[in-house]
């Protein structure tokens, strides 16, 4: 067990729709960074937050949006969804500030778009 | 652009038989290669970082090494609870103010018992 925790674990959801995934990370980490894994993609960084800032973006959509709480949990939200959105995403945290900081992954959201 | 190669996509072993994996990197600035282990629908599970070059780290049957160019993940008599896709990452000084990980695609070992 990492100490970071995802909710929910599956999400079936349609076209169109909008849903927001759940991460809390590791008592004491102020980083949280979010991933997208697909089958022929791999993992993908999606964006990170420090501190309840946002502090880089990656192979994000505009569709997508994400914030991180003073309490430091952070929410994915994800609209307009289409089939290719279909992947597991995965939240990781880290202490936080350096780059040789290791990052510690959650059990991952697996969203299902039909 | 930062880029991580691992090879080979798949292994296929016999319990006991010895082996390694190769993660092949690109990166300005390396400040750190982590290694981290995913077993189906599950999240990585962190395994080793490795900063410089020469440096080994090792942990039961695994052991991780560096050099300015890649990074090998030997596997020591393993067992089939070892099957699983191992994942190599790095993170360089080219990502500004970002702590983001570039991953490779991973190696997806078996072990036959």
């Known amino acids: 067990d990492s100490g970071v925790t995802q909710t929910p674990k599956h999400l079936i959801t349609a076209t169109g729709q909008r849903v927001t995934l759940r991460c809390s990370p590791r008592s004491g980490d102020l980083s949280v960074y979010w991933y997208q894994q697909s089958l022929d993609q791999g993992l993908q960084f999606l964006i990170q937050y420090y501190n309840g800032e946002e502090r880089a973006k990656g192979n994000i959509l505009e569709r997508f949006s994400a914030q991180q709480f003073p309490d430091l949990h952070s929410e994915l939200n994800l609209s307009s969804l289409e089939l290719g959105d279909s992947a597991l995403y995965f939240c990781?945290?880290?202490?936080?500030?350096?780059?040789?900081?290791?990052?510690?992954f959650g059990p991952g959201t697996r969203l299902t778009v039909l | 652009e930062d880029q991580v190669t691992q090879s080979p996509e798949a292994l296929r072993l016999q319990e006991g038989e010895s082996s390694s994996l190769n993660c092949s990197y690109t990166?300005?600035?390396?400040?750190?290669l982590f290694w981290y282990r995913q077993d189906p629908g599950k999240g990585p599970e962190f395994l080793f970082t490795?900063?410089?070059a020469g440096e080994e780290k090792e942990k039961e049957r695994l052991k991780a090494t560096l050099t300015k160019k890649e990074s090998f993940l030997h596997i020591t008599a393993p067992k089939p609870e070892d099957s699983a896709t191992y994942l190599c990452a790095v993170q360089g000084l080219t990502q500004g103010g970002s702590e983001k990980l570039v991953f490779g695609k991973g190696t997806k070992l078996t072990v036959n018992p």
């Open positions: 490795l900063y410089s």
């Open positions: 990781a945290s880290s202490v936080g500030g350096s780059k040789t900081d290791t990052q510690y």
């Open positions: 990166v300005s600035g390396l400040r750190g």
